[in-house]
Every structure is written in C-alpha cells, then in structure tokens.
C-alpha cells in the first residue's frame, strides 16, 4: 500500500521593517521551522519493539526511547513559518530536514543503530546488505494514515511502530544518513507522494541522481512501484531533499534490476499461458463425455452381438481417445510451465527481505 504525502502546515508571514534613516522599507526572509520540546514529568523509556524477516532470519530490535522525547514530538506543533517570499521548495526542504535531524532525538537514533550495527557485524553484512538491513525494518512498520494528519518525527514512527510514505522515508532517511549513506527524500508533490533516493551504481532514477527506494511496503532497492494505491502514477519529477552526503552507496542495482525483469518475465509468461490453459481446460470435459457416449453405444452394440457396427466405430473411438489424451499431454505440461513460472514469481514477490538469497533461487528455478 502506498500513502499519500500528508500536507505540511504553513503559516506564511511577511515582516516589514522601516529604516526610517535610509528612508526605505526592507523584507526579512526566512523559515522557521518546528522543534521538539521534550516533556518533562513522563515515565522513561518507552521500549519499542519489532520483528520482522531479513534475509534468513527472524530479527527483533527493542529501543528504549525518552518518554519525554516522544511525548515532546506528539505534542509539536508541526506548522512552518514563512518570513518573505520563500519558495516552496525551500520551505518544504527545511521542514523536513529540520524533522529528520531534530537533536531530540540522537539517543533513539544511536540506540536504534548500535543494535543494527552488532547484526552486521554477527552476519558479516556488506554496506548493501546493512543498507536491505535497514530498509526492510523501516518498511515492515505498519502502514497506517489518518486523514489530514501532520508528518510524524521519526522518533514517533519508531515508538508507535506505524507510518506511512513521509513518516517512513523520514526514520530511513535519518537512518542511512547517519551510517554515512548517499540518502535523499523523493517528494511527489503532484501524486502526494514521498519515496527515498539512494545513492547508486546502477538502476538511476529519472534525472535525480538516486535510486529509488519505496518504504511503505517491503520492496527492492532500485525498483519503483508501478502504480499506487488507488491505481496512481508517479509521473512527476520529484522534489530532491539530499539527507545525507556521505561516500557509502548501494552497488547491488544490476541484481534488484535482474529480479524485477524475471518478475516481469514470469507475469507475462503466466499471462500468455493462462487463455491456453482455459481453452483446453473448458474442452476436455466435452471430449472425454463423448468418448464415454460412443463407449456406451459400442458396448451396447457388442452386447447386442452387432459386431460389425462396432468394429466400424472402433477407429473412430480411437482417433478421439488419441486427441484427448494428446491435448491432455498438453493441458497438464502448459500447467506445469505456469506453476513454474507462478512458483518464480510468488517468490520474488514474498522475499523483497532477502535480495542476495531471492536472486540466486530465481536464476536456479527459471523455467528454461
């Protein structure tokens, strides 16, 4: 499922300030973001738990985070101020930087990566495999909007365990940041959407310089959904919020790229066979009914010691018992091949946590 960006609040503010000196009137320019207040007086911490599948194990990860903190960003007033003509995709910018970077919350975000760095280190995991790491945490939160709420901080994504496209691609983007990631938001203003941009090998998307990566569910690095939920697009040129400038970027892209066209492979594969399948499956039932009409008729002719009207349908009955049985042969090998090609096909689809296992099978398993 994919949801739509939520719209950020705006207060647009024009200041004038008369320099009665100089006898002119000049105009401040600038944005003013939100920022967590933590709240004093609450219980602390709160531990966020999730598990969730990456690769060939269940992985569990509990942050302990400040009471304070989270109840702090819940409370946030999380309108922008306007000073001057600002445009708004400086404004959108500073937002969202402002909500991934907030200083309230480096302890959720240490405590959060000090467990995903010891599974890379236990597992021996490549910058790729640490970046599917923490992609598939991200993106196995639930899904969940509400109508014409604000954007959430990351800290309220991790303790609530839930978001949608901004709240997200926001925790993930904080995220790979922070391990020195190339990382940029995507920003679908036109569609409301929001994705993340990885820096990349191979696999760029449109003229941004990234990769794409979806957050909403769990999907591969480097291949963007085909449509939305409620059958939309992504036609647009989004707005690119660079998070992070660090020198790490994902190499696998040829991979996550081959497994995307074995998808597509397998589904037209599958698409092609299904009226065959139909065909023969709608016909059979016909045929084996009159072979078993003429086997009743000619064994009521043998009964009836009329051997020469039976002998004269035997070829007949053969000829039809051969079709059958030739199209049958048919029937069950073309539903050989498309259980193949389904097989190849669920797989990819149920196994977006496991891209390094996911190729292998599927190059193993391809139908010839």
Request: with cysteine; glycine share 6%; charged share 15%.
């Amino acid at each position: 499922m994919h949801r739509a960006v939520k719209s950020l609040a705006v207060i647009i503010v024009v200041l004038f300030a008369v320099a009665l000196a100089a006898g002119y009137i000049y105009t401040r320019q600038s944005v003013v973001v939100p920022h967590i207040v933590p709240q004093s007086g609450q219980a602390s911490p709160v531990t966020a738990t999730h598990t969730f599948l990456f690769e060939n194990s269940k992985i569990t990860v509990s942050v302990p985070v400040d009471a304070g903190v989270y109840a702090g960003a819940k409370a946030t007033d999380k309108s922008v101020s306007i000073y001057g003509n600002v445009s708004e995709n400086i404004w959108v910018t500073d937002s969202y930087l402002a909500m991934v970077n907030d200083s309230a919350q480096d302890s959720m975000y240490e405590s959060l990566l000090s467990q995903f760095r010891k599974i890379r280190n236990d597992q021996n995991l490549t910058s790729d495999e640490y970046l599917e790491l923490m992609a598939a945490y991200v993106q196995s939160l639930n899904y969940e909007t509400t109508p014409d709420n604000p954007a959430k901080y990351p800290v309220e994504t991790v303790v609530d365990g839930a978001g949608d496209c901004d709240d997200k691609s926001l925790l993930l983007a904080g995220l790979l940041s922070r391990e020195n990631y190339k990382v940029a938001l995507l920003s679908f203003s036109p569609e409301s959407h929001m994705a993340l941009g990885v820096g990349s090998t191979a696999s760029l998307y449109k003229d941004t310089g990234y990769t794409y990566l979806e957050t909403t569910n769990l999907s591969y690095v480097g291949v963007p959904p085909e449509k939305l939920n409620g059958g939309i697009v992504l036609s647009s040129e989004p707005l690119v919020i660079p998070v992070g400038t660090g020198p790490t970027q994902y190499t696998s892209g040829e991979e996550t790229a081959a497994i995307n066209d074995l998808l597509k492979i397998t589904e037209q594969k599958a698409d092609t066979l299904e009226p065959q399948i139909s065909s023969l499956a709608s016909d059979l039932p016909a045929k084996q009914d009159r072979i078993k009409q003429m086997e009743a008729q000619m064994q009521s002719l043998r009964s009836s010691g009329n051997v020469g009207a039976y002998n004269a349908q035997v070829s007949t009955h053969n000829a039809l018992v051969s079709e059958y049985n030739a199209k049958l042969a048919t029937y069950k090998s073309l539903v050989s091949t498309y259980d193949s090609y389904a097989q190849v096909h669920n797989y990819i689809v149920t196994h977006a946590y496991d891209r390094k296992g996911t190729y292998a099978w599927a190059k193993a398993n391809m139908p010839a």
